[in-house]
């Protein structure tokens, strides 16, 4: 054959099978090499099939491909508990499952495109979880059987920890895992993990203290954050979680493709549908925050005690970086005082009850909150709950009291008065503050006033004058 023929017949074959391979591959992501380049917005999910996506995680959308479902020799079978490894940049997981037969334990470079086989673990069941320690030297995994398994990634051994975790109760977590039979679960940048157990109809969150053993212990205790008996949104059960850089968790589900942000307050978010089917079979990040569901509001109720005590109740889960609470009031449900703050009892790994009670002297509705402020600013909100009162006694209201840069003044239970001013006196009788009142209600501001005892004189349109003591902090 002409050799100048047979040099155009290779090269038109090699671009007939460049324009055909474009053509195959035009809807599929295309497998990149750098990960983590955007930690606040992207996390990664690891399908049965092997496959680790990069996906958006603000709507869930599958952005990119990092590993697909390509591998040498075996191929994967029920692929699960991924985790990141922020040292060295690779990704651990199984494989293959424990029942797989064999399984296979893996770690994966993303810039290098290699899988490497590494040492067969001490699992005795499959696994549904999975994560690497903040400082990058372990794995941690539970199997369906409640058992906990270490991975020393620099010796390559396998290491089992324990069959048996209890929470603060006594209550039985490993039959709990085994019962539910799903989840997830990542740890911090304290060294805790975070342990999602959820079946169809129910799920739980519970934390595992630091120091996080490394050799066999007898049993561990946990904290349970979220009862194990909470109602999943879906119907479905939940299967990844990994960590947003602020503490918060995101969550997905497996079967129907749902994507969630766990809040503070122990309520659920749904960001969107996770657009590649199976992505949510798994999850990990790139974060490992060290502030995470810094306080959970587990209740918070209100009572109403002799018409005007208002005594409010929570509990809640912390986790030693609280620096209190603030107890908040308002008229109308929109503008809020401080009417105290109360300190955190710095339970560390615990769940913690407070209460106050708040002499309320006005009329109608009265709403209430609880804002939460950890040692670094953070704050967390609990929900807002509403009394109505009705107040016989005839009082002008001034609160909150004690007050720090500002002071609210209502005509409570006086029908047809109307209030014109406000006087606010120090104790040797010299008017500090003089301001004339809106109808209703009206607000004046003592940011310049020294902290100590004052008298509020307030005098309606007949020129009768009512006074209350306040406390200026």
């Not at 099978?17 to 606040?40: D, G, H, K, R």
């Not at 609160?399 to 720090?404: E, H, K, V, Y």
Request: aromatic share 10%; charged share 15%; with cysteine.
């Amino acid at each position: 054959m002409n050799p100048f023929i047979n040099l155009i017949e290779n090269v038109t074959l090699k671009i007939t099978a460049a324009f055909v391979l474009t053509i195959i591959t035009v809807n599929v992501y295309s497998q990149v090499s750098v990960v983590c380049t955007s930690p606040s917005t992207t996390i990664y999910g690891l399908t049965s099939n092997g496959e680790i996506l990069a996906i958006n995680s603000n709507t869930g959308a599958t952005t990119s491909t990092v590993k697909n479902n390509t591998y040498a020799g075996n191929s994967p079978s029920s692929a699960n508990g991924i985790g990141y490894n922020s040292f060295n940049s690779q990704f651990y997981y199984f494989k293959r499952n424990k029942t797989a037969s064999p399984q296979e334990f893996v770690s994966f470079n993303p810039a290098l495109n290699i899988v490497s086989a590494l040492a067969s673990s001490t699992v005795t069941d499959d696994i549904h979880t999975g994560c690497v320690s903040f400082d990058g030297t372990g794995y941690y995994t539970i199997d369906i059987q409640g058992t906990l398994h270490y991975y020393d990634i620099a010796a390559n051994t396998w290491t089992f920890i324990t069959s048996s975790i209890i929470d603060q109760d006594g209550n039985n977590v490993t039959n709990i895992i085994k019962t539910q039979n799903a989840g997830d679960m990542a740890i911090d940048g304290i060294g805790r993990i975070w342990l999602v157990t959820s079946s169809d109809a129910n799920w739980g969150l519970y934390r595992f203290s630091a120091p996080m053993p490394k050799t066999p212990v007898i049993q561990i205790t946990v904290t349970r954050i979220i009862d194990p008996t909470n109602v999943t949104p879906t119907g479905r059960s939940f299967a990844g979680i990994a960590f947003k850089p602020d503490g918060r968790i995101f969550m997905s589900t497996r079967a129907d493709n749902r994507l969630y942000l766990l809040q503070n307050n122990a309520t659920l978010t749904f960001i969107g549908s996770l657009t590649t089917s199976n992505a949510g079979n798994d999850l990990t990040s790139c974060v490992f925050p060290t502030n995470v569901l810094p306080v959970t509001w587990k209740s918070f109720d209100v009572s109403v005690k002799n018409n005007n005590n208002i005594v409010l109740n929570w509990e809640v889960a912390e986790d030693g970086h609280n620096k209190g609470f603030y107890v908040q009031h308002s008229v109308n449900g929109s503008d809020w005082d401080n009417i105290a703050f109360v300190q955190s009892k710095n339970g560390v790994e615990s769940i913690q009850q407070y209460s106050f009670s708040h002499i309320n002297n006005l009329n109608n509705k009265q709403y209430y909150r609880i804002r939460q402020e950890d040692i670094d600013g953070k704050m967390t909100y609990s929900e807002v709950r509403v009394v109505t009162l009705q107040n016989d006694k005839q009082t002008i209201s001034v609160w909150p009291n004690p007050a720090t840069d500002h002071i609210r003044i209502s005509n409570n239970g006086i029908e047809n008065t109307t209030l014109v001013k406000a006087q606010v006196f120090d104790l040797s009788g010299k008017m500090m503050i003089e301001k004339k009142l809106n109808v209703n209600t009206g607000a004046i501001s003592i940011s310049d006033l020294p902290a100590g005892t004052y008298i509020v004189r307030v005098q309606d349109i007949n020129g009768v004058s009512y006074n209350q003591k306040i406390i200026k902090q």
